[in-house]
């Protein structure tokens, strides 16, 4: 039976899932949810997929499950990859870091991208006020990560995790919402060898890259 994944294209959450199944060998069926039309907050997707309206959703026969982490893992487990990390010690330094990444860094570049690129789309003003906050936490985050990368090429021992691509998912949109990553040599030196060394993660960034400067253009919107 195919695996199937609701998401739109631009979605830095959808890339993390699809790189990693490319990574994987693990084919999926793409099912686009266009999130600028609002397909995902409809009554009949919260009902069948996401109470939150949110993408991407991962669905294979009865299960049904959301968040990107959460997917990953699932798809981690079916084919036995090491991607969830090879010793008991590296499994839960994966863990770790995927959870600190939800916890500590990508709610609040979020918060960022919402602020300076959502609304600027919707004609909103900017909060400062919280664009300050939200900065100051991915600044002090980054400089956590800084510090570990420090020599190393992945976050966890010597090879790719799940736990490089959820501290990876921000540079989907670090250009258009200006997060201050170029401060951190070692988290962009990491990042550098990511694209460099996956073509999954480059080709999904330019997925990303595309579906948003042309939905961005469509409405006249430079960032």
Do not use: C
Request: proline content about 4%; hydrophobic content about 45%.
């Amino acid at each position: 039976m195919t695996i199937k994944i609701y998401g739109d294209a631009g979605s830095g959450s959808l890339r993390r899932v699809t790189a990693a199944a490319k990574i994987m060998g693990i084919e999926l069926e793409r099912v686009n949810v266009d999130l600028f039309k609002g397909e995902s907050q409809t009554d009949g997707f919260k009902a069948r997929f996401n109470p939150h309206g949110l993408t991407p959703v991962l669905v294979d026969g009865d299960t049904v499950l959301y968040e990107a982490s959460a997917i990953n893992l699932y798809l981690a487990g079916k084919v036995n990859s090491p991607l969830v990390g090879t010793t008991e010690k590296d499994r839960f330094h994966v863990l770790q870091w995927m959870f600190w990444s939800g916890e500590q860094w990508r709610t609040f570049t979020t918060t960022i991208f919402d602020e300076r690129v959502g609304k600027t789309v919707m004609g909103l003003p900017k909060d400062e006020a919280l664009l300050g906050f939200a900065e100051g936490k991915v600044r002090a985050a980054a400089k956590v990560l800084d510090k570990h990368l420090e020599g190393r090429k992945f976050m966890v021992g010597d090879a790719l995790t799940l736990a490089d691509l959820d501290v990876a998912a921000p540079f989907s949109q670090v250009d258009r919402a200006k997060f201050p990553f170029g401060d951190y040599p070692n988290l962009i030196a990491w990042h550098d060898n990511l694209l460099q060394s996956f073509p999954a993660w480059a080709e999904t960034k330019a997925e990303v890259d595309n579906r948003i400067d042309t939905f961005l253009a469509s409405v006249g919107v430079t960032l």
